[in-house]
Nanobody, 115 residues
Framework: QVQLVESGGGLVQPGGSLRLSCAAS????????MGWYRQAPGKERELVTT???????YYTDSVKGRFTASRDNVKNTVALQMNSVKPEDTAVYYC?????????WGKGTLVTVSS
């Protein structure tokens, strides 16, 4: 079965950097787009970035120029490099993929941006 396991969250100061990783299994990873979503306290889950099977990326406006998504189709992992983080980046970050119209999510990793 499809499994997505995030790691790398934690506490980071404003302006700092953090790298999230998602390990995928149970499907042919290289064939599917992957995404990162986040959900801040009291807010709806929102899309942060997507990365196609070929590595093309999309970013929501609020993270453009600060976050970078990448994938390793050999190791079946997708990463999110977060630079110049802001307090408003505080959220639980979820790894996502979709197969045959079914959404799959990891359990999430908490990122807290605070001094």
């Amino acid at each position: 079965q499809v499994q997505l396991v995030e790691s790398g969250g934690g506490l980071v100061q404003p302006g700092g950097s953090l790298r999230l990783s998602c390990a995928a299994s149970g499907f042919t990873f290289s064939m599917y787009p992957m995404g990162w979503y986040r959900q801040a306290p009291g807010k709806e889950r929102e899309l942060v970035t997507t990365i196609s099977s070929g590595g093309n990326t999309y970013y929501t406006d609020s993270v453009k120029g600060r976050f970078t998504a990448s994938r390793d189709n050999v190791k079946n992992t997708v990463a999110l490099q977060m630079n110049s983080v802001k307090p408003e980046d505080t959220a639980v970050y979820y790894c996502h993929t979709q197969r045959s119209g079914v959404n799959y999510w990891g359990k999430g990793t908490l990122v807290t941006v605070s001094s």
